[in-house]
């Protein structure tokens, strides 16, 4: 057996998982099913949850055509709200990838979170989807609210939540996070229903 390949597929079956995709390897949900069932389940109308997918999509791929390599963003949006996250070798790349993300249509807010460094290592962003992933199996263990409505991005080791919650769930959400394993600091980017 060769291990490094036995290691890279091991790898590439566990990503859904540690990337967040827990409720549906969990649940035994097909990735079509899937989609519909976390639709279901979300704050969000259908037509918004598509739109953030779609902003996302349109976001990345203005910044990665404009700052190419040098950088490393994430873009992630939520209820039209915007996260980036990553990492950025100086602050005018940083300030520029805030504008594009800003001009895409139907965009309402850009949270700036993009620290000012070097690319960070496979190894560090590994270790962000695990305590994502770790975050994630605690809200469905506490069931102190239904997990779709809060997202969990980790960077670095600061876990960031999205989502739209009572200020209950707000804040069962960040003490649930704040006290796993890993995090080092938790960043709230919630709209409240109340």
Do not use: H, W
């Not at 390897?25 to 997918?53: H, K, M, N, P, W």
């Not at 994502?132 to 199996?137: A, L, R």
């Not at 506490?142 to 409505?149: A, L, S, T, V």
């Amino acid at each position: 057996m060769n291990y490094p390949k036995c290691y890279s597929l091991l790898l590439i079956l566990l990503f859904p998982i540690l990337s967040g995709c827990v409720p549906f390897v969990v649940a035994g949900v097909g990735v079509g099913a899937g989609t519909g069932a976390l639709i279901s389940e979300d704050r969000r109308s259908s037509g918004i949850f598509i739109e953030d997918q779609a902003i996302e999509l349109k976001a990345s791929r203005r910044i990665n055509e404009q700052l190419g390599r040098d950088a490393r963003i994430n873009v992630t949006s939520f209820n039209r709200n915007v996260l980036l996250t990553g990492e950025a070798p100086n602050e005018s790349m940083k300030n520029e990838a805030e504008k594009l993300a800003m001009s895409v249509e139907n965009v309402r807010n850009v949270f700036n979170e993009i620290a000012i460094s070097e690319k960070s290592a496979l190894s560090v962003r590994t270790n962000d989807s695990l305590i994502t992933s770790k975050v994630k199996g605690r809200f469905l263990s506490e069931r102190k609210f239904q997990i779709n409505y809060v997202k969990v991005i980790t960077e670095n080791s600061i876990v960031y939540l999205l989502g739209l919650v009572t200020r209950e769930e707000g804040e069962s959400a960040a003490q649930i996070a704040s006290t796993t394993a890993g995090a080092r600091k938790v960043v709230k980017v919630f709209e409240y229903l109340n």
